[in-house]
């Protein structure tokens, strides 16, 4: 390891992510690049010396006056002045001495260098490294004979010397190959002192190291004044864990632990929350969660995930995100799964927990105890004809609810002809179905042992056309699609329903045979589905001018075939669908959805985007969604810079129905080259029953060095479309 790299790789080190340099508004930024060399001295390439004049003894003292400078390729050591002690074997270099190279730059009272120990000490050194950039001195940096290093009274800032507003600081620092050990380290803040550690190991190379993590703290209304402190544990090296002590003011005190392993066949990740004795609940509160994937063989894999929690309104009391807090069950499975080129075989089991006390029974999944899946497909070659198998043999099981198994089997043929860029295909499916049933008396019993084999014919026909325009300045794109599709009718009214549903429509929806998702049903059908997409470029792009899509279904008989409690279908077409993208030049942006039926003559769903995104760094979103008789909702959110270094942050989302606000945050944030912060005041919708959250998150960034507080870059990258904090 060169010399230079290993003087500064206790900075290289602490950082968590590394900064490059930016000239924001009117801020005077240190400047950076990178060169891979280093070390001002190199012996693989040839060195020469330079002097003003020599004088002295040889075999005693010399004296070089009036420069020396020391050249090693494109690097460089200078001084005003040496003197050559060759009794001792040492080196004094004094007055204006530099260290210098593509990387950093070193500044010295003065150096000692001890031929003999093969020693270097410098005095007060004043260094800047252009790769993140820094800059920071040191009172002495000591050299020994094992390129170990020690250093005392030492600073690092990614600050100019003009706008100084944090610094760390160090009483000592040992390095040495693979580990580093600081003393009485402090982190200080407009010369205030914010952290302080009397003592800090931290790795010099790529290795892991345990020690603590960056700390979290915030509040929020139903958790009160939030406090962490992550430990990380290097157990080994494929073993890790992160320990995470949390103080909560409205609940107590928490216990987080994320375990991580990962070997030649297999990897897995473990969590266990803790919460002792909640204040609010006055019981203690558990959290578990495993994930895990074993590869046998490389065709063979095992995958586990499961999840525990003491109560249904954990995710709701204890997290704050929307995505667990509207989850409605956890989800326990374990799956072996074989792959092969032409075929895929997965064995499994499933079972859930309940979070939401309000989903009906009949709503609630069944588990499978256990199903095996299959799926092939295979090409004569002289042919071109494709055939293939789908299927599933799996037994349902729900307490007090119908249970029993259900074998099904698909097996398909077709065959893809191309003609001058229209592609037709021909398929031939046939659904065979089984129902091995246990008789329930609680509820009325359909036919314990229901099948059907049902055929389904179906003809599609794509294309990809191309047209230049403007002597070739754009092109267009246009893809037809139609789909003819015939099922006949089977009376599947004593059937079960175990896991099929009937999706909302839409353009994948709209050529996929089978109207329902799951093998309970299969939909009855005569009907042709038809669409388009168009597209326009500029010839030197591959992203769209604009792009519209259009599609309907036309049904030639009625459909019998139902769901409970669901209504026959009599129409003689579907809703018209439509989509639309125009990017109306760099900065103006609009989406537009909708599906209007013409039977009933009215919308079914809406949905519309706008977004300006400029230069600048000025976003403004704004989307409308509309679903009848079910969601009205708009959704707004910006990110504005108001002056030098200030942006402020805000989104709005309510929903009309329900009147009612389902998320709004403000924030403001400011950065300069070399720090930053961020402060959000939230409220969002955190219980089912439609009660809301409140919270406070701050959080500090310290280019080069990290991140103090909540991370609230999280909040703004999933609420603010188009929004990049890096």
Known sequence: MNTTKQLFILFIIMMVSEASAEEISNNTCLIGYKNSNNFPIDSGTSTSLTAGSIEGEVGKQLKIKNEIKITSGNKTITGGEAAFDESGGIIRVTKNLIFENSDALIYGKEAIIRTEEKTALIQEGDYQIFSVPARGVAKTIAIDSNNN?????????????????????????????????AKNLSLRFKDWPILYLPYLTFPLSDSRKSGILTPNFGSSTKRGIELSLPYYWNISPNMDLITTPKYMDKRGFQLSNQFRFMTNKQKGETRLDFLFNDKQLNKDRTYISHEQIINLRPDWRVSLKGEYTSGNNYFEDLTQSLSTTSRTHLVRSINLDHYSDNWFLNFGMDNHQILDDSLLYKERPHRRLPYLNFSGLWTLKN???????????????????????????????????????IQIKPALEIDLTKYNLEKDFNEKTPNLSAKRAVPIYSLDLNALLKKSWSEGTYTQTIEPRIMGVYIPFRNQNDFPVFDTIQPDINHIQLFRKNRYVGQDRIGDTSKLSY???????????????????LGQTHYYKERKVTLPNELEKNNSSSAYLAMMQWNINREWSLRLGHMWDSDIGKSMKTETRFQYKSDDAKIFNFSYRYRRNMLRQFDTSFSVPIRDSWNIVGRYNYSIIDKKVLEQ????????CCWGIRAISRKH???????????????FIFKGLGEIGMPIENLLDRGILGYDGT
């Open 149 to 181: 290093f020690s250093l005392t009274d030492f600073t690092y800032t990614t600050c100019t010397a003009l706008d100084n507003s944090w610094e760390l600081r160090a009483e000592s620092m040992q390095l040495n190959k693979d580990e580093g050990v």
């Open 383 to 421: 042919t071109g004809i494709n055939y293939g198998l789908n299927s599933q043999l799996a037994y349902f099981n729900k307490n007090g609810a119908l249970s029993g198994g259900r074998l099904h089997m698909m097996p398909n043929v077709s065959k893809t002809f191309n003609l001058n860029g």
């Open 685 to 699: 919708l955190a219980y089912r029953n439609g009660a809301s959250d409140s919270s406070f998150s701050i959080q």
């Open 531 to 549: 669409g388009m997409t168009t597209k326009l470029f500029k010839t030197d792009s591959l992203k769209p001018i604009i792009s519209l899509t």
């Open 665 to 672: 945050f403000i924030g403001v944030e400011y950065e300069t």
